[in-house]
């Protein structure tokens, strides 16, 4: 049998206190998953794909999919665009790659607002960017960290996701891309080909699996990557980093890194993300003097 990443399971609390929480898991930098921080909230009860259906089905909303990353798009543009409610009905039907990422629907429709508050846990919560996620069963997001290395509440809605981490420490074993906030689009992190990508064998992360209701607590600069095991959504709520060295890298990746890498996109095409990608797999083995 092939032998699979080590992935143990990220812990679990039923509550947590302001105190506890900061204490046992923001200090020392851990994720968790809280079960009922958000039972008093409307949409607790509320938030279905049909309510958010009837309450945006008019909206266009951006979609992604799973196609390789190309010169074609630029940083995090949408590879099509679909009313909301045509896109609940595709989702209703089965599986599709089409997801929403990081779609400010909260501003689009400010009465969806009324159905959540910012909880006091500890956070200073950035009330500017409610952020939703929507996929349908079967869709991925890739492993990823974002860009701006923020604490993050993500509170899962209608059905199951799986999420799989890793912490800071693990990148070196990642196969990160250059010039980027990803590791090698081509990796199976369920299934690793050790053959192809042998420092896979190194890496420690985490995994659960997201119900209707539950919060996962990611720190700043965590690998993530989702996976919808039924068709659903999150909302993510997000902190500043609270490590100086992390805010400095989160401002060199929003007003430096991300724009050279448009630029570079856009002069040398597919050749761009070809060169990456090679040295992707270069470093990454050079680093843990692996040689193949």
Not at 60 to 81: A, G, Q, T
Not at 252 to 270: E, I, P
């Amino acid at each position: 049998m092939k032998e699979g990443l080590k992935l143990t399971e990220i812990p679990r609390e039923e509550s947590l206190s302001k105190k506890d929480f900061l204490a046992k898991y923001v200090k020392p930098q851990k994720p968790v998953v809280i079960e009922k921080l958000i039972g008093d909230w409307p949409a607790y009860e509320k938030w279905s794909l049909d309510y958010m259906k009837q309450m945006a089905g008019e909206k266009v909303v951006p979609l992604f999919d799973d196609r390789p990353i190309s010169s074609k798009y630029k940083f995090n543009e949408p590879h099509e665009r679909m009313k909301m409610g045509d896109y609940i009905e595709l989702l209703k039907k089965g599986p599709t790659s089409y997801r929403i990422f990081l779609y400010h629907l909260l501003k689009e429709v400010p009465a969806l607002q009324k159905d959540f508050n910012y909880p006091d846990i500890g956070l200073r919560l950035l009330k500017q960017i409610p952020m939703l996620f929507f996929g349908g069963e079967g869709s991925k997001v890739f492993m990823h960290y974002d860009i701006d290395f923020a604490n993050i509440l993500h509170f899962h809605f209608h059905g199951k996701k799986q999420c799989i981490l890793f912490p800071p420490s693990e990148t070196k074993y990642l196969y990160k891309v250059p010039h980027a906030l990803i590791a090698r689009e081509d990796i199976d992190f369920l299934n690793p080909d050790y053959e192809k990508f042998p420092a896979l064998k190194k890496a420690q992360g985490l995994i659960t699996e997201l119900k209707h209701g539950e919060t996962l607590y990611m720190p700043e600069g965590y690998w993530h990557q989702m996976t919808y095991l039924t068709a659903g959504f999150s909302m993510s709520l997000r902190a500043t980093p609270r490590n100086l060295k992390n805010l400095s890298k989160a401002v060199y990746n929003v007003f430096f890194m991300r724009h050279f890498d448009n630029y570079m996109r856009s002069w040398k095409g597919q050749k761009w993300i070809d060169y990456k990608n090679e040295q992707a797999v270069k470093r990454t083995n050079r680093k843990n003097k692996i040689t193949q």
